[in-house]
């Protein structure tokens, strides 16, 4: 047994499985001037690996420090 066996997995994914996120909608968040806390939020949201939403940002943390 490897030594973190209890701890750690392997995933292997099957040829032609997406592990991409697919964009659905209008327009992908743009950085427009007057929404950047919004860019940032999306932004973070969309692209970065989280399971609770604290894990983007502290509550001490504006969208835009975090990103």
Do not use: Q
């Amino acid at each position: 047994d490897h030594p973190k066996h209890l701890t750690h997995r392997r995933v292997i994914r099957s040829k032609g499985h997406h592990t991409l996120p697919n964009i659905v909608g209008p327009f992908f968040p743009r950085d427009d001037p007057g929404h950047r806390e919004y860019y940032c939020a999306s932004i973070l949201a969309l692209l970065s690996p989280w399971r609770c939403i604290k894990e983007l940002r502290t509550d001490l943390e504006t969208w835009e420090e975090a990103f």
